[in-house]
């Protein structure tokens, strides 16, 4: 089943478990590729007011730069497919010059967009369902030769689940290719975590990125 298939499976929640012939039953849906933290993930969520709109900050006097993104998505349990409604989903990244609002990055006075919110918490509804609005994030070196490809960082939690953090890449950006996290990972891996995005006349990114956890032990 390719991605897109998965992702619109998963989104409805019609996703279906598949059954061995020793009548076992596998993951219906890949589950969502741990990545590392990286040491910008925001110490003080009450600095800005962390809601779903990051491309305006309350008593700025403008929005955010950057082309504008929305994204959407499902949280769901990797085995049934079935939505996980109540769980935290908190999304951080950089501006639309490469930068963090995190001391060891740029603080407040450092940062080139101060109309940015760079961080929102979301908690999903009923179906699992959670979105957001956003700037798609800026590449950055990393290091040496290494430049990082647009992301965002996610962090779920949801009871009786594995915490999860993760990152979300965008599908078709020629830095993907060479990214030593994504190049770390299956196929498979690296599919659970690129997002398709499409533009529309507005030149508004839209785009879907549904995160499968796993149940505790």
């Known amino acids: 089943m390719n991605r897109r298939n ?38 003080d969520w009450n600095l800005y007011e962390a809601d779903a709109d990051m491309t305006f900050v309350e008593g700025k ?22 939505p996980i409604k109540n769980s935290t989903v908190d999304v951080w990244q950089a501006n639309a010059y490469g930068q963090y609002f995190h001391e ?20 999903t509804n009923n179906e699992g369902m959670f979105s957001f609005k956003t700037i798609k994030p800026s590449p950055y070196p990393a290091g040496g030769d290494w430049v990082r490809p647009p992301h965002i960082h996610f962090k779920v939690f949801a009871d009786d689940y594995k915490e999860l953090t993760t990152q979300m890449y965008f599908e078709g950006d020629p830095l993907n290719s060479a990214d030593r996290i994504l190049n770390s990972m299956s196929d498979r891996e690296k599919d659970s975590v690129i997002a398709v995005f499409e533009e529309d006349e507005s030149k ?14």
């Open 204 to 217: 508004v990114l839209h785009g879907k990125f549904n995160i499968s956890l796993v149940a505790e032990s």
């Open 61 to 82: 006097p403008a929005l955010a730069n950057g082309q504008l993104t929305l994204i959407m998505g499902q949280v769901i349990d990797a085995l049934t497919c079935r």
């Open 104 to 123: 060891r990055d740029a603080t407040e006075a450092e940062l080139k967009d101060k109309n940015f919110q760079y961080r929102c918490r979301i908690n």
């Open 6 to 43: 998965l992702l619109k499976m998963a989104a409805s929640g019609a996703g279906l478990a598949i059954t061995t012939t020793a009548g076992a039953t596998s993951l219906c849906a890949t589950p969502t590729k741990a990545q590392t933290e990286g040491p910008f993930y925001p110490k």
